[in-house]
């Protein structure tokens, strides 16, 4: 019975619509406030501070500050290391999003095509995601030590040369981001799988009456097109991880070597936590935020036209 | 007569490449999983194996249970994992209350404001805690309560990915229901709490091993917000033993770090199957 | 009835309250709330806080939370200024220690010391202390701090790799050219071994560096105090002697922890370190080769000085009484016996004379002598010293990417040297 149904049946047909609709209205208002009180105090009003305090020069510690305009921007966009940052911010994603995103596809794929066992593998395969970044970094740094890490052990015996993951600063980002694909790709899988499960499997019966019998077929004929609105999701949210990294970095290199691995949320903290200078790491935050909005905008509108909703 | 061949033919083909695919899975596994088996042999290892010129699979002298002794009476362990657990639950029970009902109605309402909360949540995907760290930070100092569990928790009260999540899950929720539950005179209020959420548990439980997970790992904001030792929360206990000054005691290291990160794996084991039952029924699409 | 009940009850109370009231007054405990940095000295700050407390019962010690480093300590307590939580007392490394007081004095919270010593005993002061560790914990004159931890970078070697290469393990060389050499001989012994590993590049503060000004008897600031001094002869020399490290020393650049990995694997010749890795490199290294230490073969033996490293006690309460206790407590921290306690617990110099008593340490330095190396450079030790200004942090952080970079070889030494000196100026004016 729809809601229009209701309003014309006799007894009610005397209550004015208007009222009845404005019931509703007020309990989903209620419904939405605690949480739009927490947004208001938690999101919306630090981040108009943060946007104010971009146009100041406070310190923290200091008991005065003044407006100083863009002058924080202006100085920012001059400023050669935040460029850098950046650029290794978006190097560290192009290696992370595209290797998380495959790997959880393909280990979705494989999961789900076996009979037995899945559930041992989505456990297993899930368990990175679950692990404190701060224990597993040490493990990882000895891991990837440049010479007596078992990694390097292996690339030796397979007769390669030793890799210094963490001593080169043209390679650290990728070693950093090693670690970004082996925490995310579970997560992913898990994503892919729900989605998988979701297709339906006379999609599969149809394709196969139509001439689609071997795997490969049905993967690019049926699975993929069926799986571009996880896809879609699956890659905005990666982005968006990947662009956040921190935690790594902060735990296993410092930025180091010689700057090889700072990343922008990084920058911010020294710059808003170590050299104290509120304002600009203030300005750095502002940027971020645009940047993120833009790449997440930017993204759901260009895969949004490749994905085939049913 | 050709189906059969077909089926014997196909059936063959399945063993052949199912294991196969048995194989590779478990290759996979097996790199996935190395760092989990490395942490563990460390623990049962003394010292001076740790970081030795050639690698061994086990260690040459077990050591037993010694380095969780170091690690239990070198750091308040038991009382940084009681402190997640109450962070963890804190944060997990106000995230429930607040977004269950905001993801409600944006799902099955209408009401003026709407489509701004909603482009605002989807803002709030993309803010990372770093973004609000400072102003917090100023205000929460400001009314002395830097260093508590509120501190600790109040940042993360809000969960936009809860809001996301739920209004996905509450959306394909059948009218029909609704409507009979409403001609029974049940307020919205009661709809709500007594027939969508139990309706909804493998969602629920899905976002709460997201968020436990989560926060019981977060470094970031305690970092900057907790100062004494009985706050401490799992990855600040950690660090205590991640010192580059001394050289960091690995054993040590390594079994606080196992016994610090068996809770969340625990909590994912049991609850595997409505977690991946709920991201399911989110209905990614 | 009731009235004499009544009278005999409030006796009665009365009576507990004066028990309790006076029980009280006896036994007021202060608990002092103490910050040190470096997490994993917490076993040794919570010894010498045990025997302390035993000493002085009514007196109690609670430590926070640990900062990971001196910079992170020094961070938090400038936030803990702006906060008003301040601890009672602060273990600040040295070089940060200044531009601490500065910060303090902003605010009018610095406390000097120099009522507490005054009210001592007339020679306490010179009989426990020499004049150059206090004067590691002064600003302009004024005594701040007691120095609890000191050290000077010293070196620790491989004893198996150095036997193989010149048959003893014995007679480490005290000056750079056959040190170089040395370390050149061990990393063509192959097998991706290393010769020396002096890791400036990756130093998280900028002790090794200054180590390398402050060794040929230079100045690192100008007396103007506003530039720094080794843009001449003395900073080519050291930024040369660091591109020989890696051309003809046969080292590596690494990250700092996976070097100290690579040393205890057996894999590098020798390391500079400081003293506090004795405990951890010998744990770690076991019995895998011998282990020895060396001091630091300083290019100027006459004026040469090395920058110490360690920490100072510093009193910040406000509050009388409890400044009273905690003078009491880096008293003691800072005495033979609390030294005693910290260096057996981590490997750094003691800084009280009496320490090296044999009742206190001096038989144990006679049975491991890898540990009394840093006291045998004591004579060169100098003030870490800091940067003015409040950037010394980002100020290290830029100087080590350049560094880093010479020693690469991305860019030559002259060059690099104008880039440190202009980089450092530019962020000393800001």
Known sequence: MSTSNVLKMPGLASIPIRRRKSKFDTIALWFVLPASVLMLATLLLPIVVVFILSFTNYELGNLEFSFIGFENYVRLFQDSQYWKSLWQTLQYALIVVPGSVLLGLFLALLVQSVQRGRKFYQFLFFLPVTATLVAMATVWKYLLHGTIGPVNHLLQSLGFQSIEFFGDPNLVLFSLSIIGIWQLAGFNMVLFIAGLMAIPQDMYDAARMDGADRPLDRLFNVTLPLLSPTMLFVIVTSSITAVKVFDTVAVLTQGGPQGGSDVILYSIYLEGFQYLRTGNAAAMTVTFLMLILVMSWVQTKIIDKKVHYS | MMDKNLFYKAKRSLNLSTWLTHSILILLAFAMLFPFYWMLVTVFRPAQEVFSGSFHWLPQTFIGLENFHTALSQAPLLQVMINGVIVCIGVLVVQIVTSVPFAWALGKYRFPGKSVLFSIVLLGLCVPIQVPAIPLFLGLAQVDMLDTYFSLMFPFFLSVFAIFLFRQAFKSFPEDIIQAARLDGMSDFSILWRIVVPANKPVIAAFSVFSITAHWNDLYWPLIVITSEEMMTPPLGMASFADPAIGANFGALMAAATLITAPIMLIYTLMQKQFIQGVTNTGVK | ?430
């Open chain 3, 1 to 430: 009835m009731n009235i004499i009940r009544k009278k005999l009850f409030g006796l009665f109370a009365g009576a507990i309250l004066c028990f309790t009231g006076t029980g009280m007054a006896q036994a007021e405990k202060i608990t002092l709330d103490v910050i040190h940095a470096w997490p994993g000295h917490n076993p040794f700050y919570e010894k010498v806080a045990e025997a302390f407390t035993k000493a002085n019962p009514d007196i109690d010690i609670k430590f926070r939370a640990s900062p990971p480093s001196y910079d992170d300590g020094h961070q938090a307590l400038l936030r803990g200024i702006i906060t008003n939580k301040l601890p009672d007392v602060y273990f600040s490394g040295f070089h940060l220690l200044p531009e601490l007081v500065a910060a303090l004095d902003k605010r009018k919270r610095s406390v000097d010391l120099a009522p507490f010593i005054e009210k001592e005993s007339a020679d306490w002061l010179n009989a426990n202390y020499e004049p150059s560790i206090l004067s590691l914990a002064q600003v302009n004159g004024k005594q701040y701090g007691l120095a609890f931890n000191a050290s000077t970078p010293i070196i620790f070697y491989n004893g198996d790799l150095v036997k193989k290469v010149t048959g003893s393990s014995d007679n480490f060389p005290n000056d750079w050219d056959a040190t170089i050499e040395l370390a050149g001989k061990i990393g063509k012994l192959g097998d991706g071994i290393n010769g020396m590993a002096y890791d400036v590049h990756a130093w998280p503060d900028d002790w090794l560096w200054r180590a390398m000004i402050m060794e040929q008897g230079d100045p690192v600031m100008n007396d103007d105090g506003k530039t720094v001094a080794f843009g001449g002869e003395s900073g080519k020399k050291a930024l040369n002697k660091a591109v020989r490290f890696m051309k003809e020393g046969a080292m590596d650049l690494r990250d700092f922890e996976q070097s100290r990995q690579q040393f205890v694997a057996g894999k590098i010749g020798f390391i500079f370190s400081s003293p506090n890795g004795a405990r951890a490199f010998s744990d770690l290294v076991g019995d895998r080769f011998e282990l020895r230490s060396a001091v630091f073969p300083i290019a100027n033996k006459i004026d040469g000085k090395l920058p110490t490293g360690g920490n100072a006690a510093m009193i910040l309460s406000q509050d009388e009484k409890r400044q009273q206790a905690a003078w009491e407590f880096i008293k003691f921290a800072t005495s033979a016996e609390g030294q005693k306690l910290a260096v057996l617990g981590s490997g750094y110099m003691p800084t009280n004379k009496i320490a090296l008593e044999p009742q206190y340490l001096g038989d144990f330095y006679k049975a491991n002598p890898n540990w009394r190396t840093s006291l045998d450079q004591i004579q060169y030790a100098q003030a870490w010293g800091g940067y003015p200004g409040n950037n010394s942090v980002q100020v290290w952080r830029t100087q080590r990417d350049i560094i880093g970079n010479v020693m690469r070889g991305n860019v030559g030494v002259d060059e690099g040297l104008e880039q440190l000196v202009s980089e450092t100026n530019k962020l000393l004016a800001k």
